[in-house]
T-cell receptor, first 114, second 109 residues
Framework: SAVISQKPSRDICQRGTSLTIQCQVDSQVTMMFWYRQQPGQSLTLIATANQGSEATYESGFVIDKFPISRPNLTFSTLTVSNMSPEDSSIYLC???????????FGPGTRLTVL | EDQVTQSPEALRLQEGESSSLNCSYTVSGLRGLFWYRQDPGKGPEFLFTLYSAGEEKEKERLKATLTKKESFLHITAPKPEDSATYLCAVQDSNYQLIWGAGTKLIIKP
């Protein structure tokens, strides 16, 4: 498996501001993903973070709202821009290791927007 | 359309009372079915991958099985620490993951 850390673990933000979430992995991985999990619901994929190129976004998610960086094979950031209360969620990063088919998840970032 | 349905939504058991969680799916070209455990406020923790009908995997009090239409997560003599939400996901022929809504399991001492 992989050891994945996220910063911050939680934050409370004001409407209209932006927050950048960091994801660090203890080994080089090709595939990194960002998910959102709204209260009491399952996981929704936001985008695949591609190293050296623009992220691939799922339907309903756009780069202006959720810009993603992937400068190397161990690190990625997700920014939640111009936040509204509807953005209150847990944001999770995950990785897929080359030798495995399954994804491994970070501990998540709990975001509350007031 | 690919779909994953988990049942029940919530399950309350007494400690030691065995039961099963269900994950039924319709998917074009199953590449794998995954079970995860998620504790409140934490990321999902990987449990099992199943690839083909008839396959079974075990870990402590948990056993996962797979048929062509569904998967079961059997919990034998559960303990309070088994309380969590259990998530099921399937990967289709395009390597897309489709997630179920989860089953919240509560084990009472």
């Amino acid at each position: 498996s992989a050891v994945i850390s996220q910063k911050p673990s939680r934050d409370i933000c004001q409407r209209g501001t932006s927050l950048t979430i960091q994801c660090q992995v203890d080994s080089q991985v090709t595939m990194m993903f960002w998910y959102r999990q709204q209260p009491g619901q399952s996981l929704t994929l936001i985008a695949t973070a591609n190293q050296g190129s623009e992220a691939t976004y799922e339907s309903g998610f756009v780069i202006d709202k959720f810009p993603i960086s992937r400068p190397n094979l161990t690190f990625s950031t997700l920014t939640v821009s111009n936040m509204s209360p509807e953005d209150s969620s847990i944001y999770l990063c995950s990785v897929e290791l080359a030798a495995y088919n399954e994804q491994f998840f970070g501990p998540g970032t709990r975001l509350t927007v007031l | 359309e690919d779909q994953v349905t988990q049942s029940p939504e919530a399950l309350r058991l007494q400690e030691g009372e065995s039961s099963s969680l269900n994950c039924s799916y319709t998917v074009s070209g199953l590449r794998g079915l995954f079970w995860y455990r998620q504790d409140p406020g934490k990321g999902p923790e990987f449990l099992f991958t199943l690839y083909s009908a008839g396959e079974e995997k075990e870990k402590e009090r948990l056993k996962a099985t797979l048929t062509k239409k569904e998967s079961f997560l059997h919990i034998t003599a559960p303990k309070p620490e088994d309380s969590a939400t259990y998530l099921c996901a399937v990967q289709d022929s395009n390597y897309q993951l489709i997630w179920g809504a989860g089953t919240k399991l509560i084990i009472k001492p």
